[in-house]
């Protein structure tokens, strides 16, 4: 994992795309989109069912080797309304010993009751001392903001004439955007700044990078 610190607060960014604040034992999530391969199904584009475990896996992996007690899901959730992913996710809310919170996101139009009746508190914002969680990126004065929204990816040239993508974490002195967690949401390219530090997730290891090509031209 790869640690940043912010006012004196220890955040580790994972290679599931998760970020692990210590002094609070929390996991920050953002956009799983849960439900999506239902959607897609009813629609008749065929998507394997197992794409609906993979944030199961990977939260108890997760769970299995940092223990946090706490989630903080930065925004889309649930990609649309309900379906049988709900259930699923349900069940899982009611076996786990985790307390969770949902910042609201474009995506997430689940009636609030629904999560209350699970002990899931909804927000739009939250401020927790000097940091604000929220969905979509934005600049606040005097709050550090982690959001997600945008799905970062950043474009990398390989030694050969090859370019790749990979999804990543884009961090400022204002805030830190992060990739999706979840396992079928695909990635945008925005524009890296120059005051942009970028942490691009590999399947080993998360690794910044000091050239950013989300600008490049694909040579001949």
């Known amino acids: 994992m790869k640690e940043i610190v912010i006012f004196n607060n220890h955040f580790y960014l994972h290679k599931t795309g998760a970020i692990f604040w210590k002094e ?18 009813k629609s008749g584009i065929p998507v394997p069912r197992k794409v609906e475990g993979v944030f199961y896996d990977k ?6 080797s940092l223990n946090f007690s706490q989630i903080i899901f930065l925004g889309d959730l649930f990609h649309s309304s ?32 629904k999560f209350q009746q699970v002990g899931i508190k909804t927000y739009n914002d939250l401020k927790i001392e000097k940091f604000l969680f929220t969905h979509h ?7 550090f903001v982690f959001s997600g929204h945008i799905h970062p990816g950043v474009r990398l040239a390989g030694k050969g004439k090859q370019i ?23 990635m945008h390219l925005p524009k890296i700044k120059n005051d942009d530090q970028v942490f691009v997730i590999t399947n080993k290891e ?8 989300n600008s490049l031209k694909r040579r001949k």
């Open 82 to 113: 309900l379906n049988n992913e709900w259930f699923l996710f349900e069940n899982w809310v009611k076996k786990s010993v985790l307390k969770i919170i949902l910042i609201k996101g474009n995506h997430d139009i689940i009636p609030k009751l």
């Open 59 to 64: 939260i108890s992996k997760l769970k299995n």
């Open 206 to 213: 998360v690794i910044e990078v000091k050239e950013k090509t």
């Open 137 to 143: 990126p934005k600049k606040i004065n005097d709050y």
């Open 164 to 186: 790749m993508k990979f999804p990543c974490f884009i961090y400022n002195k204002d805030q830190i955007i992060l990739p999706s967690f979840g396992g079928f949401t695909g």
């Open 24 to 41: 609070k034992n929390t996991l920050l999530l953002a956009d799983i989109h849960l439900g999506k391969v239902g959607h897609f199904r």
